[in-house]
């Protein structure tokens, strides 16, 4: 197992008596910010890599778009018949052990909604320590994360198209959405205002009304990858663009939320030799942390951090493109990027496990 993170804590919760780990990869930056995700695991050690590894991740994410925060992750190894999935009282005793165990990092942890956890969580939280963000709207927070994400991934969409297409907006391309979901759902709205052509999809088929209605098609969710269009926006689950995906895409670009979209990093290759440029996913979906960062630790207004969002992203995506010029990825180019603003911090870890 890979270890080049400063600091790696497990405890147990004081009311639960569950495993709650927390790494930190990096501080050189700023404060690490991560989500705490909350899921069972069958195996303890498959959870602290999990924990190292996406804190890692939001190093490189918080980096790439020159957040001002570094990289860190909560993991609550709840038992796979935890009641606190129904029962509320059972999911406040876990969020308050999760607060103490933040509080005791003294400002250099973050915590934020991720897998298994939500904005409410955060505001259980907030009732024993001040450092926790995507907070509810009500609580002066982002309200968790998906509209910045589709802020971001919207201007990250609209930056490649006008690299690839004649046009410089996107009314008259066809772009097609997997998975209408907090972030596919805010995307399929900012598509129908600006007048794209969308095809759409999610595996829950009471979403078909919602994308009828926008003016968009509906197709099955098995037919989306393969979609005749010019870009591809996955914002469903990870791992989607494997080999069999890739072989079969009609598209010209590749821009979604999805993390991990590409099933190994060769498969980069594979999409590349096709023709289509592939947008890295821990660029397009780094709105959500960029924003709620911009309110809840830059304290900005909501319309300053919307803008700081779409700047940081556009930003790092001409740089990207003009590197691509050079004959590199634009993966490798936005973790060079990273790497080089870490480096001038003073980080002195391995280059990215995943770069
Ligand atoms: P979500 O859970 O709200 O929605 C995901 C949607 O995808 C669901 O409606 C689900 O039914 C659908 N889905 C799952 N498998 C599918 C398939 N094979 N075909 C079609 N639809 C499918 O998630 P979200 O918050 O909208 O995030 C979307 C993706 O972006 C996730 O991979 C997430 O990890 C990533 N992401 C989200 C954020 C954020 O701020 N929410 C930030 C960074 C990355």
Redesign the pocket.
């Known amino acids: 197992m890979r270890f080049s993170h400063e600091t790696l804590v497990v405890r147990h919760g004081r009311r639960t008596e569950f495993p709650i780990i927390v790494a930190l990869h990096s501080t050189i930056l700023g404060p690490a910010v991560g989500g705490c995700r909350v899921r069972h695991y069958d195996d303890f050690q498959a959870a602290i890599e999990d924990a190292l590894m996406l804190a890692e991740a939001m190093t490189y994410k918080a980096a790439v778009v020159d957040n001002g925060t570094g990289g860190g992750k909560s993991v609550a190894c709840v038992p796979v018949d935890w009641s606190g999935f129904q029962s509320p009282d059972a999911r406040t005793a876990l969020f308050l052990d999760i607060a103490e165990i933040v509080d005791g990092f003294g400002g250099s942890y973050h915590v934020a909604p991720d897998?298994g956890s939500t904005a409410d969580d955060m505001a259980v939280i907030a009732r024993r320590t001040p450092h926790v963000a995507g907070l509810p709207l009500l609580f002066g927070g982002a309200g968790?994360?998906?509209h910045?994400?589709a802020i971001g991934l919207f201007a990250a969409l609209k930056l490649a198209a006008s690299k690839l297409f004649v046009s410089h907006d996107l009314a008259g391309l066809t772009v097609a959405v997997?998975?209408?979901?907090?972030?596919?759902?805010a995307l399929l709205a900012l598509l129908a205002h600006a007048k794209a052509s969308v095809v759409a999809?999610?595996?829950?088929q009471s979403?078909r009304e919602m994308v009828e209605k926008s003016g968009a098609r509906w197709v099955d969710?098995e037919a989306?990858a393969g979609q005749s269009c010019d870009i591809l926006a996955p914002?469903?689950?990870?791992g989607?663009l494997d080999g069999p995906t890739v072989a079969g895409l009609n598209c010209k670009l590749i821009v979604?939320?999805?993390?991990n979209q590409l099933a190994h990093p060769e498969i980069e290759q594979a999409i590349l030799a096709r023709g289509i440029t592939y947008v890295p996913?821990f660029v397009a979906?780094a709105g959500?942390?960029a924003y709620s960062s911009g309110i809840e630790i830059h304290r900005l207004s909501a319309a300053a951090s919307a803008k700081r969002v779409e700047d940081r992203i556009r930003g790092v995506l001409e740089r990207a493109f003009e590197m691509q010029e050079l004959g590199i990825s634009l993966t490798k180019a936005a973790y060079r990027i990273a790497e080089d603003r870490l480096r001038a911090g003073g980080f002195t870890g391995p280059p990215a496990a995943f770069g």
């Open positions: 897998v968790g994360t998906s910045g994400t997997q998975g209408l979901g907090g972030v596919g759902s999809t999610d595996l829950d979403k969710a989306i914002c469903a689950l990870g989607v979604g939320a999805a993390n996913d979906n959500g942390l």
